[in-house]
């Protein structure tokens, strides 16, 4: 709301010759301000009284009523202020916010006021969010493209009213972090820069005392890890496997977990599987499932953490994560159609920008869906992380970053004890495997192709790399890899397979070049190895070359594409996979 103190009590003098309410104007602000709404609607109730043509000014009022709950006296009080003051954003927006409590948010929006003429960045935009037409990162792009000497004020008034609306629209996580940000990061010392500061405080002990479903938000239980527990307690023999990428594979958490475990069940003896890979992502995880981790024995227990490499490394569509993710909770039910399983969302920064915009990142929301179907537990660390970071609990840095120092990964270590200790002390329906799949074409047979069923030619070669005279930075892990090479662009490989899917898990360095296939005497196709990262790094990836093939038997060439840059092409291929 735009500061108009003086300008009531003008109009409080000019009512009252004697003795203007201002007294009780300045209690109702400090109550106000101080988190003490009733109090302050008792002040301005008592402005009202004693001066009853300012009445409809008193948008103070409004906003306390808002606060303390009382949102159909907030809907009348801002109606009557639009009044008088007919072009400011402010007033249709808590209009609204009053009006999705006491009714709903469709109710609000084709009631909402139409403004036009305020010029205040960003309220042009904060009305268009409210009418549904744009998105909250708009709102927070207009006031970061604001001027410098206005950006303060610009930046207060879009996270505010950024946490009134994610406030009506039921997700006070997000409204809470909002808020946070305009009453600290970005507090404007003025009338409802104070307001915002009360509002955070009032969220913060909501959120304190608010008993929220177990497990809810950061752990959804579903179908808990019952099978796990039994096998634990009973046979006191435990097999936990660890599927993911460049966090899962370092040292951390998958060792806090066990020590957990080890300390929950005391006569267990348990192994462990640990199956991370950096930079490989969904895709890459449902073709090597086989290999890396059903191989080992039967698994009781399996973690699988795709969200960071689905995003950054690889970009995959919300398909594409579907896919790979189904297919590894196919396969692993095929393999022990007991086997309990939690999908982990792990964070990198775009995560938690996403989270603090009231946005669910699209690979999450794809892992999600999987773990809905399948009613598996799933642990949400990427919006804990964004959730504390955004109250000021510690910074992204204390938390390590991407790849988490000790503190991080103790944070998710204790959340994945804290889904232990919900799921354990209840009795959770155990999940079953839905007779659909959420994708026909998800890879739920995803396999290596076995170097009995490729013809080589005379142009390929398996056998471990000369790392010494190859350009690029080789990791540790693939430095002894038996792979399929080609230097060069003559007689093709040949695979035969069966299934729907054909690609190649490659290592893709400096050098990586083009490939040319034919899939059943089809046409000839070309697929580029080069990833973005790869430039100094020989990076492992998934290339496909056809996922959605009729099921049956096919035959696949494959060549090396002479080329110009790089001068000197090659192609490692760890692996040819089929599903």
């Not at 634990?232 to 958490?253: N, P």
Request: glycine content about 8%; hydrophobic content about 40%.
């Amino acid at each position: 709301m735009k500061p108009r103190p003086f300008l009531i009590l003008i109009s409080l003098t000019l009512t009252l010759k004697a003795d203007p309410p201002s007294d009780a104007m300045d209690r109702g602000r400090a109550h106000l301000f101080a988190g003490d709404f009733a109090a302050a609607i008792s002040d301005f109730d008592d402005v009202a009284e004693k001066a009853p043509a300012v009445e409809p000014r008193l948008w103070q009022r409004g906003i306390a009523y808002y606060l303390a709950g009382r949102y159909s006296d907030g809907v009348a009080q801002f109606e009557r202020h639009q009044r008088v003051n007919p072009n400011d954003v402010e007033n249709a927006a808590w209009h609204f916010i009053c009006n999705a409590r006491a009714e709903n948010v469709s109710t609000a929006r084709r009631a909402l006021i139409p403004i036009t003429g305020d010029r205040r960045v960003p309220m042009t935009e904060i009305q268009e969010l409210f009418a549904g037409k744009i998105q909250p990162r708009d709102v927070l792009a207009a006031a970061e493209a604001s001027p410098a000497a206005e950006r303060d004020r610009a930046m207060c008034y879009a996270h505010q009213y950024l946490g009134l609306y994610f406030e009506v629209l039921g997700r006070p996580d997000v409204a809470q972090m909002h808020m946070h940000k305009a009453a600290s990061d970005h507090f404007y010392d003025s009338y409802m820069g104070h307001v915002a500061r009360a509002h955070d405080r009032k969220m913060i002990t909501e959120r304190s005392t608010d008993t929220m479903p177990k497990g809810e938000p950061y752990t959804v239980l579903r179908g808990g890890l019952p099978n796990a527990y039994a096998t634990f307690r009973k046979q006191r023999l435990g097999r936990v496997a660890f599927i993911g990428g460049s966090i899962t594979q370092a040292k951390g958490w998958r060792q806090m977990i066990g020590a957990d475990l080890a300390k929950r069940f005391p006569e267990t003896e348990f192994s462990f599987v640990p199956a991370g890979i950096g930079s490989t992502d969904s895709t890459t995880g449902a073709f090597r499932l086989q290999a890396d981790v059903l191989s080992k024995g039967n698994i009781d227990l399996l973690f699988i953490e795709f969200a960071v490499n689905d995003n950054q490394d690889s970009a995959l569509s919300t398909t594409q994560a579907i896919r790979g993710m189904e297919g590894m909770i196919r396969q692993a039910r095929a393999h022990n159609p007991e086997i309990d399983i939690v999908i982990s969302y792990f964070v990198n920064p775009s995560h938690i920008n996403d989270f603090q915009n009231g946005i669910v990142p699209d690979e999450i929301q794809a892992h999600e869906s999987v773990a809905e179907h399948y009613n598996l537990p799933s642990i949400h660390l990427a919006r804990e992380v964004a959730d504390a970071v955004g109250k000021g609990a510690y910074t992204f840095k204390t938390y390590g970053g991407t790849h988490p120092i000790d503190f991080g990964q103790k944070v998710y270590a204790n959340r994945v004890s804290k889904l232990f200790d919900d799921t354990w002390s209840t009795t959770p329906e155990a999940a079953t495997m839905p007779e659909t799949q959420l994708d026909d074409w998800s890879y739920t047979r995803g396999r290596y192709i076995p170097l009995a069923a490729i013809d080589l030619g005379g142009a390929w070669t398996h056998s471990v790399p000369d790392w010494n005279r190859i350009p690029g930075k080789i990791r540790g892990l693939n430095t002894e890899d038996v792979m399929i090479h080609c230097e060069t662009a003559d007689e093709p490989l040949k695979a035969t397979f069966t299934g729907t899917a054909v690609g190649a898990y490659v290592l893709a360095g400096p050098d990586a070049g083009q490939l040319a296939y034919r899939i059943d005497g089809g046409p000839t196709q070309t697929i580029d190895l080069r990833h973005r990262f790869s430039a100094g790094l020989h990076y492992p990836r998934t290339v496909l070359f056809h996922d959605e093939l009729e099921h049956g038997d096919h035959v696949i060439t494959v060549r090396l594409l002479p080329q110009d840059s790089p001068a000197h092409p090659a192609a490692r291929i760890l692996h040819l996979v089929a599903n």
